[in-house]
């Protein structure tokens, strides 16, 4: 924890930093409470087993999607990138390509700017 005006100074320029980078990335902000309970429940809705319990992991993927939305890939990769990122220990090889086209657009519609 910074204890010096400069060491707070410095704490606070680095994780301005991280968020510029993880913002370059195209990975968007954290989404305020009412929009990641709305995602989930989008997800549960889909197949309860995509959230599985672990809201805040489902999230956090949904935001690494973005990336990829934002790098212009096709919409045949973007659902394949969804296979491998949402994964459970039921599902290791993801929910297969109609339930991540689904799972796709929950993923645009509640985290990609």
Avoid: N, W
């Avoid at 968020?19 to 809705?45: F, H, M, N, Q």
């Avoid at 690494?64 to 394949?80: I, M």
């Avoid at 969804?82 to 109609?98: I, L, M, W």
């Amino acid at each position: 924890m910074p204890t010096t005006p400069s060491e707070q100074g410095a704490a606070s320029a680095q994780a301005t930093a991280s968020a510029a980078d993880i913002s370059a990335a195209g990975i968007p902000t954290k989404p305020d409470a009412a929009t990641a309970d709305a995602y989930v429940r989008d997800l549960t809705a889909i197949d309860p087993d995509i959230v599985d319990g672990k809201p805040d992991r489902v999230v956090s993927r949904g935001r690494d999607q973005c990336s990829s939305v934002k790098q212009g890939f096709t919409e045949d990769k973007l659902v394949d990138l969804v296979q491998k990122r949402f994964t459970s220990a039921d599902h290791p090889e993801g929910f297969g390509p109609e339930k991540s086209k689904k799972i796709l657009v929950a993923v645009r519609k509640y985290l990609c700017p």
